[in-house]
């Protein structure tokens, strides 16, 4: 992905960021965002946990949980674009709720976009300290 962004290398070509699409690769998303913030211009904000019972080789072994409640570091990936100047939104995406929500999207929406609040005042309050 960042040796297409670089080849091509114009400002109308950017990613969407998605958090959980990184770890269901088995992939870090913080190691991802380090290469990839300068060129995010969306995301999808996950967090994810595996669930008991179901194949690692399935695309939901890693299942959605409310931000916050999972094993992705949000913080850490929200810091990171912070430094790098994104000035998008942090979009909740919830796919494959984990079993241990009882089906309830709504609540784990809700759950999720008080955390990214959090998120989203301490990166902004650790930016305006260091720029101050």
């Not at 960042?2 to 088995?26: A, K, M, Q």
């Not at 072994?61 to 990936?77: A, E, H």
């Not at 784990?108 to 300290?129: G, N, P, Q």
Request: glycine share 8%.
């Amino acid at each position: 992905m960042l040796h297409l962004l670089t080849s091509v290398n114009s400002p109308y070509l950017g990613i969407n960021f998605d958090t959980g699409n990184f770890v269901r690769l088995l992939d870090d998303p913080v190691k991802g965002m380090e290469k990839l913030a300068k060129y995010v211009y969306a995301t999808h904000i996950k967090d994810l946990k595996p669930q008991k019972g179901v194949a690692a080789d399935e695309w939901y072994f890693f299942s959605s949980t409310p931000v916050g409640d999972g094993i992705v570091d949000n913080m850490k990936l929200a810091r990171l674009l912070a430094q790098a100047g994104y000035q998008g939104f942090l979009a909740v995406e919830i796919d494959f709720l984990h079993p241990d929500y009882g089906g309830d999207e709504d609540l784990a929406v809700a759950k999720s976009i008080r955390e990214l609040k959090k998120i989203a005042a301490a990166v902004e309050l650790e930016s305006a300290t260091t720029t101050a």
